[in-house]
């Protein structure tokens, strides 16, 4: 199954500081944030990642393509140029890196995936928030809902914006806005095929143009997830990971 990242989002501004790289790629300890998304994946066996590029997509493109010597000893003849890696990395990922456009919002990067995700149940992240939500009971809990997408629901500030119940069912899903504190959209979402005859054009939002339409149509499932939940939106949140991160136990850290 793949895990499709949405990582072609414009640099971000952390407190003061404004960061001129994809946010994914803003580091906690020595490795960026899409590191650790795709470690804590691929914890549970999903191994063949989507990546949506935009905003400097040469920078995502570049950490790849040096993966397998960043991540390794070398031993680099300089008389005849050759180079051996020694204690290879243990990765065995697949990574598709899809430049989804500049100015393309979250619906229409997953629209111009089609080529690649159309056909099979997938999964779908942000490329700026760390779970420890259990990805086998959220893929058996989308599988017994039956419906075409399933978000994973997790309680957060109100700076977020919500998602509204009806008991277990979700009714409405709102843009950030300025509320009380309630359930909100934390990414790690499961989605059948079917939602790409939901998306039409670049200008599509996910949350807006995919996520509300399933929520009208009854199309949309949400598991509510009590765990750990943290984005990377300022830089207090930055810090919040480094520490977790830096602690004995990262609750994301299943490897």
């Given amino acids: 199954m793949k895990v499709v990242i949405l990582a072609g989002g ?11 790289i994809p946010k994914p790629m803003v580091r906690i300890g020595q490795h960026p944030m899409l590191w650790h998304i795709m470690k804590f994946y691929a914890s549970y ?11 400097k997509a040469e920078v995502v493109k570049n950490f ?38 500049l100015d393309t919002l979250t619906g229409g990067r997953v629209l111009r995936l089609a080529p690649v995700i159309s056909g099979e149940t997938f999964m779908l992240t942000y490329g700026d928030g760390l779970s420890d939500v259990p990805l086998d009971r959220l893929l058996a809990y989308h599988r017994v809902q039956g419906k075409l997408v399933t978000v994973t629901a997790v309680s957060a500030p109100a700076r977020f914006g919500g998602i509204a ?43 807006s143009s995919l996520l509300e339409r399933l929520g009208q149509a009854d199309q949309l499932a949400a598991y509510k997830h009590a765990g750990f939940w943290q984005c990377m939106d300022t830089m207090r949140d930055k810090q919040t990971l480094e520490r977790l991160w830096a602690s004995d136990a990262p609750p994301w850290k299943r490897w």
């Fill in 10 to 20: 414009f640099g971000t501004r952390l407190g003061e500081e404004t960061v001129n």
């Fill in 45 to 55: 066996g999903f191994e063949e990642f989507v990546v949506a590029l935009g905003y």
């Fill in 64 to 101: 790849f393509l040096q993966f397998a010597d960043m991540a390794s000893d070398l031993t680099i003849n300089l008389a005849t140029g050759t180079v051996e890696r020694r204690q290879r990395h243990q990765e065995r990922w697949t990574v598709h890196l899809i430049d989804t456009g």
């Fill in 165 to 207: 119940f009806d008991g277990d069912r979700p009714v409405g899903f709102a843009e950030k806005h300025a509320g009380s504190d309630g359930w909100i959209n934390g990414g790690y979402m499961v989605m059948e095929p079917g939602v790409l005859e939901y998306l039409e054009r670049d200008e599509d939002s996910l949350e």
